[in-house]
């Protein structure tokens, strides 16, 4: 009916594990890490945005695939259904950060950068906010979308798909809060998701949903 175009739905699946939130933390190797008190732990390789000399970037990620396939990579890259999850999301992106940016924004693969005002860390809090949600867990366009969303997950997301990072003084790096393990008064509940299309194969959604439940160990 067009009312989206590309939807990520969620869900979470009840695990059961013997190291504790804080014992995953240490031995999770990941890009971005966060442990919230005995709540929640947070290994993401998703950036939402980051800053650096005046300059704002996203680098969004779609599509996955069973890196023990065959063919894996070629696999993934020359899909239909993942290339149009990915083609809408770096579109989707580059719109957001056109709100925010100076100038005409720059798309190198799956880079999409642009210009800010030499004051910019003195409103983080309002560039943040307008980026926000990421449209990578919750797809396009994303106002309608995060309204399907509100209406068909029978669970409350949470900290889950929301972001953190941290500011120096002169740059800023944010991450995207997925690969997320959280612990409630019911058990201990992997949170994961993908994108669906209309290309989308029912059991292979679901399929991507539960190979996301893993710890990525070293």
Known sequence: MGNTYLINLTFKTRIQT????????????????????????????????????????SFPMKG??????????????????????????VDLIRND?????????????????????SIWNERIGD???????????TGAPKARTVEIIRDTENYDRGFY???FGFFDGSNLDSAVMIRFIEKTSDGMFFKSGGG???????????????????????
């Not at 990579?73 to 809408?88: C, F, I, V, W, Y």
């Open 18 to 57: 013997s190291p504790g939130l804080r014992e995953i933390y240490n031995r999770v190797v990941a890009k971005y890490k966060l442990l919230y008190k005995d709540e929640f732990v947070v290994f993401s390789p998703e950036t939402f945005v980051s800053i650096t000399q005046n300059s704002i970037s």
């Open 64 to 89: 996955t695939i069973d890196a023990g396939l065959p063919d894996a990579e070629a696999r993934l890259l020359s899909d239909p259904k993942e290339k149009a999850e990915h083609n809408t999301i």
């Open 97 to 117: 950060l056109s709100m925010v940016s100076e100038k005409d924004l720059l798309q190198t693969s799956t880079r999409i950068s642009g210009d800010l005002d």
């Open 127 to 137: 560039i943040l906010f307008t980026l926000l949600p990421a449209g990578s867990v």
């Open 161 to 163: 798909t929301g972001i």
């Open 196 to 218: 669906i299309t209309c290309f989308s194969d029912c059991r292979s959604e679901y399929q991507e949903l539960i190979d996301k439940v893993y710890l990525p160990v070293g």
